[in-house]
């Protein structure tokens, strides 16, 4: 069981918007702006696409987008295209126990 | 441009310790900007981050795991390592090391990865 809770699966139209949640603590995702958000396409290594809760490394597409209300964390693309479907995985710094990483069980993004 | 390759054992049996070691290249390990760290990925499953170190050595790991998990550093090779001791099948893997930023706190931004190291724990 994954320290955040996320989606199994989402699923949007070329051209729409899609949002991911990931909910957590307040000894987490709720408690500090410190949370990643991660693209896996399948056999590859994840890829950061947004990091402290909305920021873009350069690179990313500004289709993609982060939030956070509360405990809980959102990833949104815009304009959906076929490149985006890939399990996508939230991460955040937790004060639970000693100081470490916690990822979400990932969402599995199909795009239609 | 700085990459990052896992290597080490592909099969390891029950019982015994898992060693993979992370060679970073295009660029130095004991830069104070960052951490080094390993994640692994079981098949079909999640990431599960398993700890991060500073070129001086100093190190943060997964509490479900701690007493398990070494990670080291050798600046003078440019490469860290895991140790992952008592491993059973629930250690069989895809084990990445990633660059990590150093922040105020132990933020989790994962910036460059290796493309993994696939660790399969059978007799």
């Known amino acids: 069981q994954s320290a955040l809770t996320q989606p199994a699966s989402v699923s949007g139209s070329p051209g729409q918007s899609i949002t991911i949640s990931c909910t957590g603590t307040?000894?987490?995702?709720?408690?500090?702006?410190?949370v990643s958000w991660y693209q896996q396409h399948p056999g590859k290594a994840p890829k950061l696409m947004i990091y402290?809760?909305?920021n873009r490394p350069s690179g990313v597409s500004n289709r993609f987008s982060g939030s956070k209300s509360g405990n809980t964390a959102s990833l949104t693309i815009s304009g959906l295209q076929a490149e985006d479907e890939a399990d996508y995985y939230c991460?955040?710094?937790?004060?639970?126990?000693?100081?470490?990483?916690?990822f979400g069980g990932g969402t599995k993004l199909t795009v239609l | 441009q700085l990459q990052l390759q896992e290597s080490g054992p592909g099969l390891v049996k029950p019982s015994e310790t898992l060693s993979l070691t992370c060679t970073v290249s295009?660029?130095?390990?004991?830069?104070?900007?960052?951490?080094w760290g390993w994640i692994r990925q079981p098949p079909g499953k999640g990431l599960e981050w398993i700890g991060s170190?500073?070129?001086?050595?100093?190190?943060y790991y997964n509490p479900s795991l701690k007493s398990r998990v070494t990670i080291s550093v050798d600046t003078s090779k440019n490469q860290f390592s895991l140790k992952l001791s008592s491993v059973t099948a629930a250690d069989t893997a895809v084990y990445y090391c990633?660059?990590?930023?150093?922040?105020?706190?132990?933020?989790?931004?994962?910036?460059?990865w290796g493309k993994g190291t696939t660790v399969t724990v059978s007799s």
């Open positions: 990633a660059r990590q930023f150093r922040g105020r706190w132990l933020q989790p931004i994962m910036d460059v």
């Open positions: 295009g660029g130095s390990i004991s830069s104070s900007s960052y951490y």
């Open positions: 170190i500073y070129y001086s050595g100093s190190t």
């Open positions: 307040s000894s987490d995702v709720g408690g500090y702006n410190y």
């Open positions: 402290d809760v909305s």
């Open positions: 991460s955040s710094y937790t004060s639970s126990s000693t100081p470490h990483v916690v």
